[in-house]
């Protein structure tokens, strides 16, 4: 059997004196309280935008590189549901569609977003879950299954919010983004 010397009580401290190392090491090189606490520049201003995505791990990447393609690096909000505007609207995920409509009032209120962008992706497992896998054996019906989710979230978005710029869009699974819509 496995001794193990640590107490769950011991953690903490260890984490403590690591916090009071690291900060004495910053003070010595001349960083101190300034660095510390002030807020950068960069980051004290308001947001451009909330992203709608969903969270599937094979299109994180390429979610920050369309992001920082249309110049937002750094400046918006970032909304996960899986099923992006299928996790905003489907019956199936009705806990999740309050959860959408309260961080867009929480990124309004906070970060004073002017904009919303859903990007909605094929292969999608959520979209599967909640309206049938058969959707994503053709394309184009799949694209027509989420312009048919997309389009009408982006509708009630602009119903409540009469200021706000929508933009949806459809990502394949190798990154490429097609518009979906008028903003196209
Ligand atoms: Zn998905």
Not at 147 to 166: F, G, M, T
Request: negative net charge; charged residues 25%.
């Amino acid at each position: 059997m496995e001794i193990c010397n640590c107490t769950a009580a011991e953690t903490p401290n260890r984490d403590h004196q690591y916090s009071r190392r690291s900060f004495v090491k910053l003070g010595s090189l001349g960083l101190g309280a300034s660095l510390l606490f002030s807020p950068s520049p960069a980051r004290a201003g308001a947001a451009d935008a909330l992203l709608l995505s969903c969270m599937d791990y094979r299109l994180v990447d390429d979610l920050v590189r369309f992001m920082d393609s249309k110049g937002l690096t750094d400046k918006y909000d970032h909304v996960i549901l899986a099923g992006a505007a299928a996790g905003a609207t489907a019956e199936k995920f009705s806990s999740w569609n309050k959860t959408f409509w309260e961080h867009l009032q929480v990124a309004i209120d906070l970060h004073k977003v002017h904009k919303v962008i859903v990007v909605d992706h094929r292969d999608c497992g959520a979209y599967k879950i909640a309206y049938g896998p058969e959707h994503t054996k053709d394309p184009a019906l799949e694209r027509a299954v989420h312009a048919a989710v997309l389009l009408p979230l982006a509708l009630e978005i602009r119903q409540k919010y009469k200021d706000l710029h929508v933009e949806t869009y459809l990502m394949a699974l190798d990154g490429t983004v097609e518009p979906i819509g008028e903003h196209a």
